[in-house]
């Protein structure tokens, strides 16, 4: 019999597929430019940090940061290891073919090394999923676990229905099965934004895990609420809720963004705004700027182009606390 997720397509979900799928091709087009590296970093580390504190990682969004920054900081050895698992599973993930099992076991192996001894396998034994000490979904048992994932991938390959749509359903069936012996929550909210991300490369820096971290008590409840009912339609519903929402907050991140540059672009010099042009997205060192303007006298340099664009908060240092660092570089605010 062919694998086939239980759902019905309600007209909630209809109109949230048109509202993103609106929202999806504004953003990508309008604001393509303004998804910078820096941008595309503060996502991610939003993403991790998020994405761990719903499995209880009392790690601060900053502490989260200096980990991936190389630094020490005080904390859980164990809190710790995690953020650098995840940071090594993201970078990967763009590399990843999401209806490959291979690479769902290698990033579970990446995810959970040193936390799990079976990461890069599936469960041999039992799991659930809590809600405190009360059970709210038991999974199948192990020995069904290799068969229903490989149905769930075929699946999804064979299936015609909108990425947002199957996308969701791959989550919450993903969830159901629970394939692993830990790290199961983690890894379906990472898988998702790698489907996600085969649509739209967006996706890959939009942090819906931080909206899910935000409604976590609704994330688990519409899982079990599907559970009962026999149907994943409501957990499509909030899931299509969520993926709206963080768009919305890119899109309005943006807005403003541009309207900070149309009010400061009055109060630039030619110089200035020269030096932002050139500057785009990148990190630059001073030698680098020099360069792409033109430029080799380091005074005029400095002057008329680096210090009043620091002043204006218009770039900023990547290691301020080093000013003079011989590895200091330049970008946009």
């Known amino acids: 019999m062919e694998y086939k997720p239980p759902f019905t397509i309600t007209e909630s979900i209809i109109n949230l597929l048109a509202q993103v799928s609106e929202l999806v091709g504004q953003v990508t087009v309008l604001h393509k430019d303004s998804i910078t590296p820096r941008l595309r970093r503060e996502n991610r580390i939003k993403t991790i940090h998020s994405s761990l504190a719903i499995e209880h990682n009392s790690l601060s969004i900053e502490q989260v940061t200096a980990v991936i920054d190389g630094k020490r900081i005080l904390g859980s050895p164990l809190e710790i290891k995690e953020v650098q698992n995840a940071y090594e599973a993201y970078e990967l993930m763009l590399s990843l073919d999401p209806l490959n099992i291979d690479d769902l076991l290698l990033a579970h192996r990446l995810m959970m090394k040193d936390l799990e001894k079976e990461n890069g396998r599936f469960r041999n034994g039992g799991v659930g999923i809590f809600e405190g000490d009360r059970l709210i979904h038991a999974a199948p048992p192990a020995n069904y676990v290799p068969q229903l994932i490989a149905d769930l991938f075929e699946w999804y390959k064979r299936s015609e229905l909108h990425i947002l749509i199957k996308s969701c359903m791959f989550h919450y069936e993903f969830e159901f099965i629970h394939p692993f012996a830990d790290g199961n929550g983690r890894m379906g909210r990472m898988w998702h934004t790698l489907l996600l991300s085969q ?3 967006l996706f890959a820096w939009l942090p819906v895990e931080e909206l899910i971290k935000a409604r976590q008590q609704e994330y688990y409840s519409t899982l079990a609420k599907a559970d009962k009912q026999a149907d994943c ?21 943006d807005q403003v963004s541009d309207q900070v540059s149309d009010q400061v672009s009055d109060q630039v010099s030619d110089q200035v705004k020269l030096l932002l042009e050139r500057l785009g997205g990148d990190e630059l060192s001073a ?25 204006l908060g218009l770039i900023e240092m990547t290691i301020p606390d080093k000013p003079n660092s011989r590895n200091q570089k330049y970008r946009k605010r």
């Open 233 to 253: 339609s409501c957990f499509i519903e909030m899931m299509m809720h969520l993926i709206l929402d963080a768009l919305r907050e890119l899109d309005k991140t």
């Open 287 to 311: 030698a680098q700027l020099m360069e792409r303007l033109g430029l080799s006298h380091r005074p005029t340099f400095r002057k008329n182009y680096l210090a009043p664009a620091l002043s």
């Open 199 to 201: 649509w739209n490369e």
